[in-house]
């Protein structure tokens, strides 16, 4: 049986069409080939998802949350003390339900749902054979791991590292994109572990001074670079997976979804604190002068970057973040003339920019990404659908 990478490289080599590979994906489901549309385009239209593969995905997604609930409870009364025999046999469970959902039927929403159930099933293992290795009865924590400099290292490739290693087996076997997802959560987490480790042992050794309460949270600023750097590498990665697929057709551009899902927010959050100050811990980290006006040149220039790759996952935490608090300092002054509370207006604002932006998508790309880029850049952009 022809399976759904298969005919992916089929359609990038040009012996299928989009078209014909979804009919074909249609017929080996059990579906009617009637259902594909012929003028059924490429999923960048509107920056579309495959997460949700019809009725039926949804009905069996329902049926494996009740499965998988059903067996956690019998579990825990079977095996009260024994949480690696449970991650273990929920983690088995998930992979041979998998070999049925996910190879056999495609059914995406259903994939997705059984990739997380394993992936914290193999977190769950880990995280035991950490404790009981290394002994930290209270489990992996911050204070555990200082007492445990020696070890840090390793417990940090262990859990990191082994939960990567059983994301890649776990997509070589059903490809299933928010495994990309779960990698690189796993990939900034040791990153930010290493930061850590350093800032401590120069600490330890004198190079540099342990900060007072006061400076707390110039520190808590200054850690701000490693998620940023992880939002910009994984971005990246991202990016050149959309620019590899630019039509959207393949199993690669949906993991550059969920890579962009986890990059926003490493981008969008320091970004935001170091530009409008935050409460930190004993202390406030002050925006530098024309904070306003940084805040809103970042936000335009997030916008600009969503519209140029054609992802509104990236667009999203932007006006979560740069927006509320933008739009509250825009409209504090009006709110206070008039009586209407900033909180309101914030809702207004933010709610027309998402309609406008849901509603227009490729019509606000066509009119502002056209004429700003040149046509050799667009031609490797995900492309222009109005």
């Excluded at 790759?309 to 740069?322: E, G, K």
Aim: charged fraction near 15%.
């Amino acid at each position: 049986m022809i399976d759904e990478a298969t005919l992916d490289r089929a359609v990038s080599a040009g012996i299928l069409n989009f078209e014909q590979k979804q009919a074909l994906v249609a017929l080996a489901a059990g579906e009617p080939t009637s259902r594909v549309s012929p003028e059924a385009g490429p999923l960048s239209v509107d920056d579309q998802m495959r997460l949700v593969g019809g009725g039926n995905d949804i009905f069996v997604t329902v049926g494996i949350v009740l499965l998988f609930s059903g067996a956690l409870f019998a579990l825990q009364a079977l095996l009260p003390d024994n949480d690696v025999a449970l991650a273990g046999l929920l983690g088995a469970a998930s992979w041979a339900v998998a070999e049925i959902v996910t190879r056999q039927k495609r059914m995406r929403l259903s994939s997705t749902l059984l990739a997380l159930v394993f992936s914290a099933s193999v977190a769950v293992i880990l995280t035991d054979f950490i404790a009981t290795r290394f002994g930290i009865d209270a489990g992996v924590n911050p204070v555990a791991m200082f007492a445990l400099r020696d070890d840090a290292v390793m417990i940090g490739l262990i859990l990191s590292g082994g939960l990567i290693a059983a994301s890649a087996l776990y997509f070589l076997r059903f490809k299933v994109p928010v495994l990309a997802g779960v990698a690189a959560v796993a990939a900034t987490g040791l990153a930010f572990l290493a930061a850590v480790l350093v800032t401590y042992d120069r600490m330890v050794s004198g190079s540099i001074v342990a900060p007072a309460g006061e400076q707390l949270a110039d520190v808590v600023s200054t850690a701000l670079v490693i998620p940023l750097i992880c939002g910009v590498v994984i971005f990246a990665v991202a990016v050149a997976l959309d620019l590899h697929d630019r039509e959207r057709q393949t199993v690669w551009s949906d993991c550059a979804f969920w890579l962009h899902v986890v990059s926003a927010p490493l981008l969008v959050h320091p970004l935001f604190i170091l530009a409008t100050g935050q409460e930190g811990f004993g202390g406030r980290i002050e925006p530098e002068a024309g904070a306003g006006v940084l805040l809103g040149l970042m936000m335009v220039a997030f916008v600009l970057i969503a519209l140029a790759i054609d992802r509104r996952s990236l667009l999203a935490p932007t006006l979560a973040y740069f927006g509320s608090i933008g739009i509250y300092y825009l409209v504090s002054g009006t709110a206070n003339s008039t009586g209407i509370p900033p909180f309101a207006l914030i809702l207004l604002s933010i709610g027309a920019l998402v309609i406008l932006f849901g509603a227009g998508w490729q019509r606000i790309r066509s009119l502002i990404i056209r004429p700003l880029l040149p046509t050799s850049l667009l031609n490797r952009l995900p492309p222009i659908k109005a």
